[in-house]
């Protein structure tokens, strides 16, 4: 066991007895306290930081709020967040009308070229960037949501109300780094672990009604699936 990790184990001790928002000791502090060097302490916060168990704030560290499990279902984020008591909220960055790649056109089943609602926009919980979601739909059928969707609230809600019932989704999860610009967009490095997401979604008819594409911070975020045996409902 290296030093860092036994520090790091002592600490995640110690951080189970604090609230959310409480200080975390200094770099020196620790060092002294653990008669070690700075550079073993700065490693074993690091892997704190990644984890999600303390969080920067202004020029200090403190204790991180428990990540936001979201369930493995077919809903939105908004109502995701909801049932887990939190407070869901959106950043519109993109909103705009392209034309549709021959990948993108299989998936949403048009003709290449064909114009395509992209809706990107950062997701927060209780204020907090946690991702960053692009939502990919067919204009034809969708296109008025450009001028008549808030963009703040959820996407969901809004395609139900055009009268459309999901029926279905196939979501892949792998883990990825931010660009830079993606990074700036969640307020953190590069160096950050995600959560990538790519979501086809189709109708009860079989129709195709999204594509999406979304990036979580690994140090907010945990997913959560039900899981049960062959033949059980």
Do not use: W
Request: charged residues 25%.
């Amino acid at each position: 066991m290296t030093r860092a990790y036994a520090i790091r184990t002592e600490l995640d001790a110690t951080l189970a007895e604090l609230q959310a928002g409480d200080p975390v000791p200094a770099e020196r502090e620790l060092a002294v306290r653990f008669g070690v060097a700075r550079e073993t302490v700065r490693q074993a916060l690091h892997e704190l930081l990644v984890a999600g168990r303390i969080e920067r704030r202004g020029r200090g560290t403190v204790v991180a709020r428990p990540k936001l499990v979201q369930p493995l279902s077919l809903g939105s984020y908004t109502e995701g967040a909801q049932t887990v008591g939190r407070t869901p909220g959106r950043l519109l960055v993109t909103r705009e009308i392209i034309d549709a790649s021959a990948e993108l056109a299989t998936d949403l089943g048009i003709a290449t070229g064909a114009p395509v609602l992209h809706l990107e926009r950062v997701l927060l919980a209780d204020d907090q960037r946690i991702g960053l979601e692009s939502t990919y739909l067919a204009a034809a059928r969708f296109g008025h949501l450009e001028h008549d969707f808030d963009p703040t609230t959820s996407l969901y809600a809004a395609i139900r109300a055009c009268g459309v019932e999901f029926g279905s989704a196939t979501e892949r999860i792998e883990t990825a780094l931010p660009t830079p610009r993606e990074a700036a967009l969640l307020e953190c490095t590069t160096a950050l672990p995600m959560f990538l997401l790519n979501r086809r979604s189709i109708d009860t008819a079989g129709t195709a009604i999204e594509v999406v594409r979304a990036l979580y911070r690994g140090d907010r975020v945990a997913f959560e699936a039900v899981l049960t045996a062959p033949g059980r409902n």
